[in-house]
């Protein structure tokens, strides 16, 4: 990943409040309708479908929101244990845009779209369950202890036949030449060229929106891709536009007949997709405080690797908030089983990659691609701060298989979690009360109603035989 394009803000950014808007309709009067978009807990879309004309009032004055809005599960439907349904009456609460998200859609015609955040300042039930301001809320509190995050996230998916999902069959794409992808080519030049048509089309779709997608790989299974994006100064810039990409290669593949899938793990016997968070600290004038000739780091990055694994239990429930999550978590895997770390080694959950001394940084490989980003990130965030408050040492770094020597397993077991979140200090402290309540509320409502259901595993398995 490129450590050195690290500015804020994009050469060439907009004029930012209603300016923005004026600015952005001049610019592309061909936009007849803009999506507002609001990032709910499961990491799913909600919002509204505006004309151009609203625009300059949303900047103004902002929009109103259901407060029901965060209490959804991801079936889009209320979960009243949150709080935010009949006891506050479902009250609409205040949302505003998010500067410099104003963008077009390339791959929808005549449209554009805007990030929406709760306002902080409403006083409003709702502003306590938005994920970014919990994103929000790390980051300030890194901040006025003089340290600066900067972040960039790996995103992998896999590219699925659309037209078989519809016939209920679950299978990788087709390549642009109409052959199935059928092998496992980590790597593969030949995976990449078959897909050249999308990614041409991301690439380009992605100067358009001025998000910064670098690299992209074949992963270790058929229709498996990986993208990564540049690292950011700042945090909540990362972050926006990692929600914003996940949005446009669901969109580009769409255009190319093709499913982008983010989930954990699609098929049994494949690899599963996971979101590594690269993360280092700067100061105030821009220096990255992990630098070091050492390969292994300084201090300063020990002690934050030792809170990410200190607090990935109580956090547990952030990277892996789905039952399909928990599958992903396997030996041997290039998924992590256990909270260790180590220098280039993709055994760990903390891995520090090779480079120049000045781009030293922690990659977090614990997260699913399906776990929000804005919440992924506040905990990792969360955790590091937490670990160089309090001086946790890590222990000695892992050399070789990290599978054959963890000593402190990852809690993979859903309810397990969802309790260790809902009891702990770390998770009150840096999230908030209200926060906690509520996904515990939210998650707990899809984890019971998920393992109530009866499969044909089970029947399998137990109808004859028991």
């Known amino acids: 990943m490129n450590m050195n394009s690290m500015n804020s803000l994009p050469l060439g950014t907009p004029p930012r409040g209603a300016s923005e ?11 007849s309708q803009i999506l507002l978009i609001l990032t709910d807990i499961n990491g799913i879309a909600r919002g509204k479908l505006v004309r151009p004309h609203e625009l300059e009032s949303l900047y103004t004055q902002g929009r109103p929101l259901p407060s029901s809005i965060l209490s959804l599960n991801v079936l889009g439907e209320d979960v009243d244990s949150t709080g935010l349904v009949w ?30 955040s709760m306002d902080p300042e409403a006083g409003q039930p709702a502003a306590a369950a938005d994920p970014r301001l919990a994103l929000v809320r790390v980051v300030d509190g890194l901040g006025q202890d ?7 996230c790996e995103l992998e998916f896999y590219l699925l036949d659309a037209d078989g999902w519809q016939r209920g069959e679950v299978q990788p794409a087709r390549s642009s030449q109409g052959h199935s992808l059928s092998q496992t080519q980590v790597y593969g030049v030949h995976e990449l060229e078959a897909m050249r048509p999308f990614f041409s089309e991301l ?15 074949s992963e270790y299974a058929p229709g498996q891709f990986e993208v990564t994006l540049t690292h950011r100064a700042s945090a909540l810039q990362a ?3 990692a929600v914003q990409f996940k949005r446009l290669i669901k969109g580009v593949a769409d255009r190319h007949g093709m499913l982008a899938c983010f989930m954990a793990k699609p098929f049994s016997a494949r690899a599963g997709s996971g979101m590594h968070i690269h993360v280092s600290l700067n100061d105030e004038k821009g220096n990255n ?34 039952a399909n999550s928990y599958r992903r978590f396997r030996r041997s895997s290039y998924a992590p089983t256990a909270a260790t770390w180590g220098v280039n080694n993709r055994s ?22 399906d776990a929000n980003p804005y919440l992924a990130a506040a905990a990792v965030l969360a955790g590091l701060h937490y670990g160089i ?4 040492d890590p222990g000695p770094a892992l050399q070789g298989n990290a599978y054959e020597q963890a000593q402190q397993p990852l809690n993979l077991n859903w309810y397990a979690t969802l309790y260790a979140f809902e009891q702990s200090d770390f998770i009150r402290s840096y999230f908030g009360a209200p926060f906690q309540r509520i996904f515990t509320a939210l998650k707990r409502e899809q984890c019971e109603r998920f393992y109530s259901e009866v499969t044909t595993l089970d029947h399998d398995w137990h109808l004859r035989l028991a």
């Not at 630098?291 to 607090?311: K, Q, V, Y």
Request: one cysteine or more.
């Open 21 to 31: 808007a004026t600015h952005f309709l001049a610019q592309h009067p061909q936009v």
């Open 87 to 116: 006891e506050v009456g479902d009250m609409d609460c205040l949302a505003r845009p998010v500067p410099g998200t104003l963008k077009p859609c390339p791959w929808l015609a005549d449209t554009a779209q805007l990030l929406l």
């Open 146 to 152: 003089g340290l600066h995050p900067v972040l960039a």
């Open 203 to 217: 690439y380009r779709c992605s100067r358009i929106q001025g998000l910064p997608a670098e690299t992209a790989i």
């Open 239 to 241: 972050v926006d536009e």
């Open 289 to 322: 405080r992990f630098a070091s000739a050492d390969p292994a780091g300084n201090a300063l990055m020990h002690h934050a690797i030792g809170g990410m694994a200190a607090t990935i239990t109580d956090a547990m429930a952030i990277f892996a908030p789905h």
């Open 348 to 369: 760990v959950t903390f891995r520090v990659p090779t480079g120049a001394p000045p781009t030293r940084h922690v990659e977090h490989r614990a997260s699913g691609a």
């Open 389 to 392: 408050r309090t001086c946790i």
